[in-house]
């Protein structure tokens, strides 16, 4: 009976060796780990997150350097037609809104300077003085009024009787 004892101690004393063991083993596994990481995010040679800022970089440059570029006769950054004037309308009309809403209008001589002098009156729109022939016309070139309305009247017929 004593004998029996003594074993069962002795077994119990492995048991908590063994588990002691184990929890200093994952101590040191996650000490590792911590190291690890805290070292791949500070070294600034392998470090993630300067890799991820770079990459957000990118694409502002390529954007900045491509700014005059001419795609099939449209101005890429604004979408305006190449013609002359385009570049003193792109200086004088896209600092308050986008290249799209004049984009958007399409009117006679008449109606696009009675635009400029409503954002001149109301909108803060700067005095365009001698830009200002060139970038009407260069907008009534482009952009006049659409074409809209019935069709031209039919003419020369030769029409038939429906009935002999
Ligand atoms: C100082 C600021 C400013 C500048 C510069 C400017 N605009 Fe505007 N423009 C405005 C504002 C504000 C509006 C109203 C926007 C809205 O309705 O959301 C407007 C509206 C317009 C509209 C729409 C008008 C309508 O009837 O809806 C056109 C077209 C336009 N601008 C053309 C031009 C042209 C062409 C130029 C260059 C000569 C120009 N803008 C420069 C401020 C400006």
Redesign the pocket.
């Given at each position: 009976m004593k004998k029996n004892q003594e074993s069962s101690k002795s077994q119990l004393e492995k048991t908590f060796r063994l588990a002691y063991a184990l929890i200093l083993s994952m101590l040191v596994l996650v000490l590792f780990l911590t190291a690890s990481t805290i070292y791949l995010i500070t070294d600034p040679s392998l470090s993630l997150l300067r890799r991820f800022e770079a990459s957000a970089e990118e694409p502002e440059a390529s954007v900045s350097e491509n700014t005059d570029l001419i795609e099939n006769g449209i101005h890429v950054e604004t979408g305006f037609i190449d013609a002359p004037g385009m570049m003193v309308?792109i200086q004088?009309?896209t600092?308050?809104?986008s290249s799209k809403?004049?984009i958007a209008?399409r009117m006679n001589e008449e109606r696009?300077i009675q635009?400029?002098r409503w954002?001149q009156e109301t909108?803060?729109?700067?005095d365009?003085g001698e830009n200002e022939k060139i970038?009407v016309d260069y907008?009534v070139t482009n952009y006049p009024p659409k074409k809209v309305g019935r069709r031209a009247n039919l003419q020369e017929i030769e029409w038939y009787p429906l009935e002999e």
């Open positions: 309308t004088n009309c600092n308050c809104h809403l004049v209008n696009w635009t400029i954002m909108q803060n729109l700067w365009l970038i907008l």
